[in-house]
């Protein structure tokens, strides 16, 4: 998984990079507010399992500067898509579904200005994340015939968020960014997330 979370940043960077070359001055000024929004590609890793889920999000943003180069920002973010992950057993056969119903958080935002093309940020915060999980289970027998069992549960936590991005500064008020957030890290699953978009300043 860290390996397709690398192609994937790779892949990423490099679009972004294409647009850098108009890149202006945009404002990280005391007073200065701004509003955005991100695709997310989410990393649901459960403790002891061979392989995570990758479900979508979106996720809204909207910040303060309360002094130069440090904001304070609300995010909001829903699901767009699940993740389905299939596995066989002997007489069984098995699919589970993840997909993020919900996601607050609030964060403080530090930026280091790179004159001229944009600015390197880390987030430290607080987040709350829910998610679906879904499981269907097909059993198959010579003695009761085929039995489908479906069970669906939600996981729920509140805990540390911290992250790093990168933002291209397009104009004095708008700006792409990709970005890298681990939203909530608990002993027996974590959910992170990598995420490109947009904000506008205001």
């Known amino acids: 998984m860290q390996r397709h979370y690398f ?21 990280l000024s005391e007073g ?3 509003f955005g929004g991100q695709f997310a590609m989410l990393d649901y890793d459960i403790s002891g399992a ?3 889920y990758e479900p979508t999000a979106l996720v809204a943003r ?10 304070i920002e609300g995010r909001i973010g829903t699901g767009l898509s699940s993740d389905k992950k299939y596995y066989t057993y002997n007489d069984a056969d098995e699919e589970v579904a993840v997909e993020l119903d919900s996601l607050l958080g609030l964060f403080v935002i ?10 390197f940020y880390g987030a430290l915060g607080l987040s709350r994340v829910r998610t679906s999980v879904e499981e269907d289970d097909y059993w198959y027998s010579n003695y009761f015939g085929d039995m489908h069992f479906n069970d669906t ?5 509140t805990g540390l968020s ?3 991005g990168f933002e291209w500064h397009m104009s004095d008020v708008s700006a792409l960014n990709i970005e890298y957030m681990m939203y909530v890290n608990e002993s027996d699953y974590s959910v992170a997330a ?4 947009a904000s506008f300043g205001f």
């Open 162 to 164: 911290y992250g790093v």
């Open 50 to 52: 061979n392989e995570s």
């Open 194 to 197: 990598l995420s490109v978009g």
């Open 110 to 119: 530090a930026h280091m200005p790179l004159e001229g093309t944009g600015s």
């Open 62 to 71: 909207m910040g303060l500067f309360v002094q130069d180069n440090v904001a």
């Open 153 to 157: 549960y939600t996981v729920s936590d």
């Open 7 to 27: 192609i994937k940043s790779c892949l990423v960077a490099s679009a972004l990079l294409c647009a850098g070359s108009i890149a202006s001055g945009y404002e």
């Open 32 to 34: 200065s507010r701004y």
